[in-house]
T-cell receptor, first 118, second 114 residues
């Protein structure tokens, strides 16, 4: 079974600074997808960024970027110019190759609670 | 538009009640999911409907019963729940198929079982 590990239960960063959240995963598949989701206290799970494993180029979405190291099975999220609105729980998630069934669900890490200090 | 709606927002029920949670999307997605999320924990997959075919997480007890009346609607029927079933129930949808298949989540239903 696939596992996703987020080793930082909580991180704190000053507003406008840069922070990196760590994620490692374990899989025997060569084709898979990785995601970072954000869940503010309002509880809506929001997609931050996604990466296809076959793409070597790291994904970027505005202030958010990933460092995808396939051989090391590492998928970290970098948030630049942190803003107060970035405060939330961040979940790293894995999805394997398409199966048309239960394997299409996401496997989540335990999450990292990000605190933004004003 | 990436909106998934869920009703009700909050639900309190007794252990002998029967209730249903509802999820709706109008993005033309062909896959829909139910997740259960306990406080301070990640979501855990309960059910997947992909092109009207149901897949079940075998650890989910039979007191939870999903239904997919059409590709836009997903229900979760609840019967004889236990207090430990109290949680946030999240619905998600995705395009389905052999593509980068991003799941979009609804706001969730907060369920309390007394």
């Amino acid at each position: 079974a696939q596992t996703v590990t987020q080793s930082q239960p909580e991180m704190s960063v000053q507003e406008a600074e840069t922070v990196t959240l760590s994620c490692t995963y374990d899989t025997s598949e060569s084709d898979y997808y990785l995601f970072w989701y954000k869940q503010p206290p309002s509880r809506q799970m929001i997609l931050v960024i996604r990466q296809e494993a076959y793409k070597q180029q790291n994904a970027t979405e505005n202030r958010f970027s990933v460092n995808f190291q396939k051989a090391a099975k590492s998928f970290s999220l970098k948030i630049s110019d942190s803003q107060l609105g970035d405060a939330a729980m961040y979940f790293c998630a894995y999805r394997g190759p398409y199966s048309g069934g239960g394997a299409d669900g996401l496997t989540f890490g335990k999450g990292t609670h990000l605190i933004i200090q004003p | 538009d990436t909106e998934v709606t869920q009703t009700p927002k909050h639900l309190v029920m007794g252990m002998t009640n029967k209730k249903s949670l509802k999820c709706e999307q109008h993005m033309g997605h062909r896959a829909m999911y139910w997740y259960k999320q306990k406080a301070k924990k990640p979501p855990e997959l309960m059910f997947v409907y992909s092109y009207e075919k149901l897949s079940i997480n075998e650890s989910v007890p039979s007191r939870f019963s999903p239904e997919c009346p059409n590709s836009s609607l997903l229900n979760l029927h609840l019967h004889a729940l236990q207090p430990e079933d109290s949680a946030l129930y999240l619905c998600a949808s995705s395009r389905g198929g052999l593509v980068l298949d991003t799941q979009y989540f609804g706001p969730g239903t907060r369920l309390t079982v007394l």
